[in-house]
């Protein structure tokens, strides 16, 4: 980070755009190598219970960090034309939020899926331990 910093923006575009990539593809390898430890029936008591919108409501909070808008806010001054970049800057704010909610609601239903509400919600880190998670056969 220091020498991302010391060389410039150019350099945190650099690693953003190499980073990126690696971390969607590590996280949608990890679901796809526990699709067979997924049981559905365990979410439809959940899913008939309280609806989409309480689960969706749930993944909410842990995305609600989006650090994009305020490394976008920094950015602006070093554009050339600032007041231009009203559409960019609004896709580049919210795509990505709205890939981090549909990442993290798609790991709270797997979660649930592989433990069950009971285990799942008790878990501190509950798609680390799913991640860990070998069925025995």
Do not use: C
């Not at 790991?107 to 798609?127: H, L, N, Q, R």
């Amino acid at each position: 980070m220091m020498y991302a910093n010391g060389k410039g923006v150019g350099a945190i575009a650099r690693f953003s755009m190499t980073a990126g990539p690696l971390l969607l593809a590590g996280v949608v390898a990890t679901l796809l190598l526990n699709l067979q430890n997924l049981h559905v029936s365990l979410l439809l008591p959940v899913y008939y219970d309280s609806g989409s919108m309480p689960i969706l409501k749930g993944s909410l909070t842990n995305a609600s960090f989006l650090g994009e808008s305020i490394l976008i806010m920094m950015l602006t001054p070093f554009l050339a034309k600032p007041e231009t970049a009203r559409k960019p800057v609004l896709l580049a704010i919210g795509l990505p939020s709205l890939l981090a909610i549909a990442t993290a609601a798609m790991a709270a239903a797997m979660a649930v899926a592989t433990f069950g509400v009971e285990i799942a919600s008790s878990v501190y880190f509950p798609y680390s331990s799913m991640v860990r998670f070998n069925e025995p056969q």
